[in-house]
């Protein structure tokens, strides 16, 4: 294990959150819906797709997050890359 696999695990995971955070904003729109019944089923299954996609990045960066907890053992650092990483999920 070399040190800057720490670093790049570390970005990964705070790239990760940025893009998913990001993401986010631009899906709320904030208007209310007052569209058909037809329309609002089709919502509720582009709603469910969006929470598996959400289920699935945040896999990632939990990935990444067990990437650089493991590391710890060797730099200290891993341990305060983690440590942001935790308190940003």
């Known amino acids: 294990m070399l040190p800057y696999y720490v670093?790049?695990?570390g970005t990964?995971?705070?790239v990760l959150l940025f893009s998913l955070?990001?993401?986010e904003g631009t899906t709320a729109t904030g208007e209310t819906d007052?569209?058909?019944d037809t329309e609002s089923d089709s919502?509720?299954?582009?709603?469910d797709s969006d929470v598996k996609d959400v289920t699935a990045r945040?896999?990632?960066?939990?990935?990444?997050?067990d990437a650089v907890k493991?590391?710890?053992?060797?730099w200290h650092r891993a341990g305060q890359a983690w440590y942001v990483l935790f308190r940003r999920v």
């Not at 919502?43 to 709603?47: D, F, G, W």
């Not at 493991?70 to 060797?74: A, D, F, G, K, P």
């Open 7 to 9: 670093i790049t695990a």
């Open 12 to 14: 990964c995971g705070i």
């Open 70 to 74: 493991y590391m710890e053992q060797w």
């Open 43 to 47: 919502s509720s299954e582009m709603e």
């Open 21 to 23: 955070w990001a993401d």
């Open 58 to 65: 945040m896999a990632d960066v939990h990935l990444c997050m």
């Open 34 to 36: 007052d569209s058909s």
